[in-house]
């Protein structure tokens, strides 16, 4: 079976210090990972994926198969960073995308 | 394209009626998903669909949930009898292939069971 945790269900920081958001994760194949955010009174949208190494409004995660983790990094925080963020896995194998419990977000002035 | 559409936004109703909630995922995207979402648990698949079909409807609570994709541009979910646990924000999502993690959701339909 597959299974997201995210330790933090809220996490509070100020404007310009860094941010890292826990995610780990069980399954035994290799999984693809992602983090979604859901934005105040927006849809929940993909912010990034693993396989595309890419930063993505200054965040950046990596998996880490040993620890079995894909935390979310950002060396200074924004106050519009403000949101709640999910950890998303998925088989490479099937479509079923299994969501941690979310991480809510607050960067302080 | 205006993305995943879901009614009602909001449902405010008393235990016992029976909940109706829609979908209509983007054009050309083949799969749909119904997801749940609370404070306690974040967000739980109830079930998804390829193709109209049913794939997977393990997270189906119990019998008084049902979901159908008569279509591919429509999909229901129904709760009969709602129960005050049931209260939660209902996503559906969709996507264009069966093998991405990139899912496409709406904005959600809040039901609240008295």
Known sequence: AQRVTQPEKLLSVFKGAPVELKCNYSYSGSPELFWYVQYSRQRLQLLLRHISRESIKGFTADLNKGETSFHLKKPFAQEEDSAMYYCALTPTSGSRLTFGEGTQLTVNP | DAGVIQS??????????????????????????????????????????????????????????????????????????????????YFCASSPTSYTGELFFGEGSRLTVL
Not at chain 2, 37 to 45: A, I, V
């Open chain 2, 8 to 89: 009602p936004r909001h449902e405010v109703t008393e235990m016992g009626q029976e909940v109706t909630l829609r979908c209509k995922p983007i054009s050309g995207h083949n799969s749909l998903f119904w997801y749940r979402q609370t404070m306690m648990r974040g967000l739980e698949l109830l079930i998804y669909f390829n193709n109209n079909v049913p794939i997977d409807d393990s997270g189906m609570p119990e019998d008084r949930f049902s979901a159908k994709m008569p279509n591919a541009s429509f999909s229901t979910l129904k709760i009969q009898p709602s129960e005050p646990r049931d209260s939660a924000v």
